[in-house]
């Protein structure tokens, strides 16, 4: 792979990181008032908020470390199914909020998969 590539994935990651931990995760554990007016129109309990952003913080550590960057990614993946349901159920625009968790995750393997050789070799893309 080559080093445009590598640099890419580590762009893709850092950009994914970055959206993570400052629009998402420290809203939630900061009790901000968009986390909690954005719960309440999903018709969600606002007491999960933190629960949910721990889980968030967790699997974005877990995606960073090269040891555990599978699961981690693995684990958000289906945290961000779980953010797709929800827009879908309540109704939401389908391409500015529904399928925003598909972006993110699309964001994250896309990086994981450049800057890491393993995951390439388990998911090879196959042209033609």
């Known amino acids: 792979m080559s080093g445009v590539a590598l640099w890419t994935g580590r762009g893709l990651t850092a950009l994914f ?3 993570m931990l ?3 995760v420290a809203p ?7 986390a909690n007016d954005a719960m309440r129109q999903l018709g969600w309990d606002t007491r999960f908020i933190p629960m949910i ?5 967790t699997f974005v550590l877990m995606h960073l470390h090269p040891r555990t960057s599978i699961l981690g990614a693995l684990l958000m993946t289906a945290l961000l199914g ?4 929800a827009q879908l159920r309540a109704g939401q625009p389908l391409l500015t909020h529904v399928l925003f968790g598909v972006y993110l995750g699309l964001a994250m393997w896309g990086g994981l998969w450049l800057r890491d050789p393993l995951l390439r070799s388990l998911l090879p893309v196959r042209l033609g």
């Open 28 to 34: 939630k554990l900061a009790n901000a008032k968009v």
């Open 53 to 57: 952003g721990a889980m968030e913080l």
């Open 22 to 24: 400052g629009g998402s």
């Open 17 to 19: 990181t970055l959206f």
């Open 82 to 85: 779980g953010g797709i349901a």
